[in-house]
């Protein structure tokens, strides 16, 4: 399989997300094409406020969550898991903000930061099946998100007459 097959195969699946993840991952690629990176959407979602990311222990099962407070977007990931998982479920976090999916909380950063342990976070925002059609589009979306990002990552790796070449075809 060549560079153009793995961009159209992307390009096809991201075709079949759900309308509102169709439209986010069409924005992200519209701001910043081959440049899509998770500090860039970070960069993005901060444009409405800070994201402060944490690592703590979580029960088995559970692998992050995100919460809206009035000051700043708090995501939690579990710290004892690998890279790949951390990527990928801090891209799913990202998901719900970038999919309006969390409404925001009457607390400042402050009021909580530390002292309510996360487990309780966790059991107040009630989000722990992947059943729901929110973790479905969350989940959709982050997959999609991080098959690009390495994508782009590939073709920023490769000389310039190859990613040209590549790209043509792709533009064919």
């Known amino acids: 399989m060549t560079g153009s097959d793995n961009m159209v195969n992307v390009e096809r699946l991201a075709k079949s997300l759900p309308l509102p993840c169709h439209r986010v991952y ?3 690629l519209n701001l910043f094409g081959d440049s899509l990176s998770i500090s860039n959407i970070i960069d993005y ?3 409405q406020k800070p994201v402060i990311v944490d690592y703590s222990s979580m029960d088995v099962g559970r692998t992050g969550l995100v919460i809206s407070l009035t000051d700043v977007y708090y995501i ?3 710290e004892d ?3 790949k998982r951390k990527t990928m479920t801090l891209l799913h976090e990202l998901s719900h903000i ?3 999916h969390i409404k925001t909380e009457n607390f400042l950063w402050n ?3 530390k002292q309510i342990p996360i487990n309780i976070l966790y059991d107040h925002i009630n989000t722990d099946t992947y059943a729901s059609p929110l973790e479905l589009e969350a989940e959709s979306l982050a997959t999609v998100l991080d098959i690009k990002i390495r994508q782009c990552e590939y073709l920023a790796s490769l000389p310039t ?3 040209d ?3 043509r075809e792709y533009q064919k």
């Open 111 to 113: 009021d909580i930061a």
């Open 165 to 167: 070449s590549i790209k």
């Open 26 to 28: 069409n924005n992200l």
């Open 98 to 100: 970038l999919l309006n």
């Open 161 to 163: 007459i190859v990613r």
């Open 45 to 47: 979602v901060e444009l």
């Open 76 to 78: 939690v990931i579990r």
């Open 81 to 83: 898991i690998n890279n």
